[in-house]
């Protein structure tokens, strides 16, 4: 199973938006809506941002949003804080009780 | 509280085995998947395995496959990760992860070296 493709980096100046796109296949985040989005600081765990392609666990702000088309998917995050400053993973179902994760962005805030 | 507490992590020579503990507070545990997840240094997460909430299924990604098994003790609210044959490219950080991937602990650091 090969890891989904994002982009290394993506910046942005605090009140602008960034998108971090999620490429797979129809595999995986083509064939289903099973796709989450994680934020990481460094050296902690991994945050549930985005869940089901868009919806938000309870606590996270609505200025973190998700979509998908066809094989890719995408997380939006307006009004960009410094906090926001973070990698960022995706994941998704991939069939057979399989799942697959993004190779990970690093997100900068300017 | 939920509490998601990984231990059993350290250093081990190539070929050799480990056991990751996981104990569970703050939910009912036997009503829900758990995943492990890995993150070697510097890199990406990658999904390990999955369990039912009853213990009586299991999954695993194919890096892992034939050589690492996942148990779960509901009545002790533990999951459990035995890593047999390790291997250098095993060297991460393995979080214990709740079936949404919406729960995770704060992981516990395998080394695998000689």
């Known amino acids: 199973q090969s890891a989904l493709t994002q982009p290394p980096s993506a910046s942005g100046s605090p009140g602008q938006s960034v998108t971090i796109s999620c490429t797979g296949t129809?595999?995986?985040?083509?064939?289903?809506?099973?796709v989450s989005w994680y934020q990481q600081h460094s050296g902690k765990a991994p945050k549930l941002m985005i869940y089901e392609v868009s919806k938000r666990p309870s606590g996270v702000p609505d200025r973190f949003s998700g979509s998908k088309s066809g094989n890719t998917a995408s997380l939006t995050v307006s009004g960009l804080q410094a906090e926001d400053e973070a990698d960022y993973y995706c994941s998704s179902y991939a069939g057979s009780n399989n799942y697959v994760f993004g190779t990970g962005t690093k997100v900068t805030v300017l | 509280e939920v509490q998601l507490v990984e231990s059993g992590g350290g250093l081990v020579q190539p070929g050799g085995s480990l056991r990751l503990s996981c104990a569970v507070s703050?939910?009912?545990?036997?009503?829900?998947?758990m995943n492990w997840v890995r993150q070697a240094p510097g890199k990406g997460l990658e999904w390990v395995s999955i369990i039912s909430g009853s213990g009586d299924s299991a999954y695993y990604g194919d890096s892992v496959k034939g050589r690492f098994t996942i148990s779960r003790d509901n009545s002790k609210n533990r999951l459990y990760l035995k890593m047999n044959s390790l291997r250098g490219d095993d060297t991460a950080v393995y979080y214990c992860?709740?079936?949404?991937?919406?729960?995770w602990g704060q992981g516990t650091m395998v080394t695998v070296s000689s």
């Open positions: 992860v709740g079936e949404g991937f919406d729960l």
């Open positions: 129809s595999s995986d985040v083509g064939g289903y809506n099973y």
């Open positions: 703050g939910f009912t545990f036997s009503s829900y998947a």
